[in-house]
Nanobody, 121 residues
Framework: QVQLQESGPGLVKPSQTLSLTCTVS??????????WAWIRQPPGKGLEWIGH???????NYNPSLKSRTSISRDTSKNRFTLELSSMTPDDTAEYYC?????????????WGKGTLVTVSS
């Protein structure tokens, strides 16, 4: 069974950088059959794709967030990380790490529980 678990701070101050880690069990993040993605949902709003990293370490980002987003991985620990800089209150959201098959025919098949990140002074 594949499981994803987010970890990181629940509170971030404006202008600071958010760092979240997703620990994966039951599958290898080095698999080239999947994208390992970060998705967020602001309170009362819809889901927003942040970006992903593929099995070869290739990355893609939402153009609206690309300038301040970095996704990396540690294959030895089977986990991947989101760094989102210059945080503002508009970045307050539930953050999820996810897995999705590379084929565009398929949707996300595994979600973490999510972690709420609040941006406040």
């Amino acid at each position: 069974q594949v499981q994803l678990q987010e970890s990181g701070p629940g509170l971030v101050k404006p202008s600071q950088t958010l760092s979240l880690t997703c620990t994966v069990s039951g599958a290898s993040i080095a698999s080239n059959s999947y994208y390992w993605a970060w998705i967020r949902q602001p309170p009362g709003k819809g889901l927003e794709w942040i970006g992903h990293i593929g099995g070869a370490g290739n990355t893609n980002y939402n153009p609206s967030l690309k300038s301040r987003t970095s996704i990396s991985r540690d294959t030895s620990k089977n986990r991947f990380t989101l760094e989102l800089s210059s945080m503002t209150p508009d970045d307050t959201a539930e953050y999820y790490c996810t897995r999705r098959p590379e084929s565009l025919m398929y949707a996300v098949d595994t979600w973490g529980k999510g972690t709420l990140v609040t941006v406040s002074s």
